[in-house]
């Protein structure tokens, strides 16, 4: 790019971050969006705020249908004028999104409704809906000249937190929960090149370790503590309206893990209702594992406490115990007088079987379920036209008999591994291709020299000095 390019480019960037300020959910507090957004000096969590575009009809949604830009054919950003004005330039697709509805009369039947829709975002590039807060998030980052990013996950981030990266040309760094994270989502993070850090604990403890590193090495956090996250997250809501014509489900349905997508259909349910899309809310349920439902628990008390819980589930793209968004997921439930219900590992199981005879491979079907407890249970007399929102994978379906991919019997290992056969063990899966797996257990005991050897368990500044010796050999950081 020539030094008039940049220059362009430089005055575009400064003038997109003008029109956003990042606000804190608690205390109000106001920011510039010019830096890694993670928390407010008060423990709250940030929104973004910016204006929106002028009237747009949604007749341009579908004429983008049609085009072949790549900004159009992205499930994401064809509807950019309801998303953060980030410069065309910086923009960062693979396309996401253009995840489709499914019918199928067994499911309906299963579920009691008379019409149901499953929205399948495991057809995302990565395999979860992930991709769709990431490119807005990534993109977000090249605009404030981001020269590393990081985040925290037990699969699905992880693998697309590295896509993106090495899409934009970013180094990347994962933070694992050690023999808690499903091993295809791991082979894909480590062959799109992200360094991987494995932490003793469970998902809280790899997030509290990567919102450090994030504050002490500069780090672009890409967890959905990043409000840009939940801005691409929006777009299933948006996508699944335009598919059904606009016309509104009496429930939208989706599983609740660390309630970022609750927190975001709420944002977007109340963006199209403001701009007079919707004259009547849908209903969200959002359904948790009975071994991880601290948000279940704070549901039928009110709301009136929450405490995080030890997760335990098979299910491990949900198994957090002490979820970022709780406080946004809370106002999308209240916002829409929506209900929070908990299904067992067992009947996890049979849903996803159930949904696989319909030639539709999920992960856990949990959507489905939770609809079919809560239309049982709760919803009963409402008129039975129903959309079903799933956190399910195409990927990252490897070990276990039951074609889930993730840990069974409420262990951290496949049905494989517990036969014996280690060959899908998360470390074996990373030496398979070349990567180097820090696992940290007890103490230091090795310098950290060479990046590829087993360690044992470092203090937080250690594991800093190595992360950060890796992100300086990489492109740009310094």
């Known amino acids: 790019m020539t030094t008039r390019g940049r220059a362009s480019a430089r005055e575009k960037a400064v003038g997109a971050l003008a029109q956003m300020t990042l606000v804190c959910d608690r205390c109000r507090a106001r920011f510039e969006p010019a830096g890694s957004p993670g928390r407010c000096q008060c423990g709250g969590l940030l929104h973004v705020e910016f204006p929106l575009a002028e009237v747009v009809e949604r007749t341009t949604f579908d004429v983008r249908l049609s085009s072949w830009q790549a900004l159009d054919r992205s499930g994401v950003w064809r509807y950019r004028e309801l998303l953060p004005p980030l410069p065309a330039a910086a923009i960062v697709t693979r396309p996401e999104g253009n995840t489709a509805l499914y019918q199928h009369p067994q499911l309906t039947d299963w579920t009691g409704c008379e019409e149901l829709f499953l929205k399948h975002e495991g057809e995302n590039p990565t395999g979860s809906f992930k991709d769709r807060g990431m490119t807005v998030a ?101 996508e699944l309206l335009h598919q059904l014509g606009w016309s509104v489900p ?73 979820p970022v968004s709780y406080e946004r997921a809370r106002r999308a439930i209240e916002l829409t007088d929506g209900l929070v219900d908990t299904v067992s590992d067992e009947e996890i199981l049979e849903a996803k079987a159930r949904v696989d005879r319909t030639g539709n491979r999920v992960r856990t079907g949990i959507s489905c379920l939770g609809r079919r407890r809560s239309q049982a249970r709760r919803a009963r007399g409402h008129s039975a036209r129903r959309s079903s929102g799933g956190d399910s994978h195409w990927s990252c379906l490897e070990g276990s008999g039951c074609s889930l991919g993730v840990s069974s019997r409420g262990s951290s290992t496949t049905a494989r591994e517990t036969a014996g056969d280690d060959r899908a063990h998360p470390r074996r899966v990373g030496r398979s291709i070349g990567s180097c797996v820090v696992k940290c257990v007890s103490r230091l005991r090795v310098p950290i020299s060479d990046p590829v050897s087993t360690c044992w368990r470092w203090p937080s500044a250690a594991i800093f000095r190595l992360v950060t010796s890796w992100t300086r050999r990489s492109a740009s950081f310094g």
């Open 138 to 238: 990534i993109s977000h980052a090249r605009t404030i000249g981001a020269q590393a990013v990081a985040c925290a996950s037990t699969g699905n981030t992880a693998a697309s937190v590295a896509a993106y990266a090495a899409l934009a040309g970013l180094p990347s760094v994962v933070f694992l929960p050690a023999g808690k994270i499903a091993a295809g989502k791991l082979g894909q993070a480590i062959a799109y090149g992200a360094r991987i850090v494995q932490v003793e604990g469970d998902f809280d403890a790899a997030m509290r370790l990567v919102e450090e590193a994030s504050r002490e090495l500069g780090l672009y956090l890409l967890n959905s503590v990043n409000p840009f996250r939940l801005e691409g997250q929006k777009t299933i809501v948006f």
């Open 250 to 322: 009496d429930w939208i349905v989706l599983p609740g893990g660390n309630l970022g997508n609750a927190a975001a259909f709420g944002v977007a349910l109340a963006q199209l209702r403001d701009v007079g899309w919707l004259e009547r809310l849908p209903r969200l349920a959002v359904i948790q594992a009975a071994g991880a439902a601290p948000f279940y628990a704070a549901y039928r008390s009110g709301f009136r406490e929450f405490r995080p819980v030890a997760a335990e589930t098979i299910a491990t793209a949900i198994r957090i115990g002490n």
